[in-house]
């Protein structure tokens, strides 16, 4: 594929990186010469301009690229990346990065965004994570269905410990994706039996998101699960 990615700092380069070591083509734009780090990403095709101009874009190739990155520090520049991308040279996918939580709302289909990255809020969920057992963390929301990841450690005074996943019933709309145990990814078939310290991976549609406290791998069966207006407390 092609990749035009704006914003060569270092989550701009990191990304190139990757990206070419998969076999990718890349080309960087950045409007800083201090971010003309091109040892470093030898590789990758870079431009010194305003990616917010039609005719860099252009010049970088996005008319014909598989996928556009808005990677810079300005969320701003983001958005205008990202509108441009997919009203002047309808790139197929255009993926932005959010610096500022609040502005979340704003990174949706209206401003060209397939999938909008909040780099904030994905460091927030991996402290939770880290510090979080028995308790259900927010990992990951889909931009375009909007389907959300729970991640759920299992305590060592779980109900569910020695059961079979298939006999654990699940709330409507969720679906238990995989058991992380041991570092290593685990199918969560019908004969997989829950174990201490497993991390849970959930995936929930939108629409089941209020019943989500219905899980019963955290209470015993005498805990009463919070109430929907409670959830909000717990996540």
């Not at 028995?134 to 889909?142: A, D, E, I, K, Y």
């Not at 759920?152 to 059961?163: F, H, M, Q, R």
């Amino acid at each position: 594929m092609k990749i035009v990615i704006a914003g060569a700092g270092s989550v701009g380069r990191s990304i190139s990186r990757e990206l070419i070591s998969h076999g990718h083509r890349v080309a960087l734009i950045d409007r800083s010469p201090e971010a003309m780090r091109i040892a470093s990403v030898p590789e990758a095709d870079w431009h010194l301009a305003d990616a917010g101009d039609i005719d860099v874009l252009t010049e970088a190739g996005v008319g014909d690229c598989d996928v556009m990155v808005a990677a810079t520090g300005d969320d701003k520049t983001n958005l205008v990346v990202s509108l441009l991308s997919k009203t002047e040279f309808g790139v197929p996918r255009v993926v932005a990065r959010i610096n500022n939580p609040k502005n979340e709302w704003l990174f949706d289909e209206a401003w060209g965004v397939d999938v909008s990255v909040s780099t904030p809020r994905i460091m927030t969920s991996l402290v939770e994570e880290a510090v979080s057992v028995g308790s259900l963390v927010p990992v990951f929301s889909f931009h375009q269905s909007g389907a959300l990841m729970h991640e759920l450690t299992l305590p060592d005074d779980s109900p569910v410990i020695g059961e079979l996943v298939s006999e654990i019933p699940l709330p409507p709309h969720t679906v238990l994706a995989a058991i992380l145990r041991e570092y290593r990814p685990i199918n969560p078939d019908g004969d997989e039996r829950f174990e201490r310290g497993d991390e849970l991976i959930f995936l929930t549609a939108k629409e089941g998101e209020g019943t989500l406290g219905e899980i019963p791998l955290i209470f015993s069966p005498e805990d009463d699960a919070p109430a929907p207006e409670e959830l909000d407390e717990l996540l």
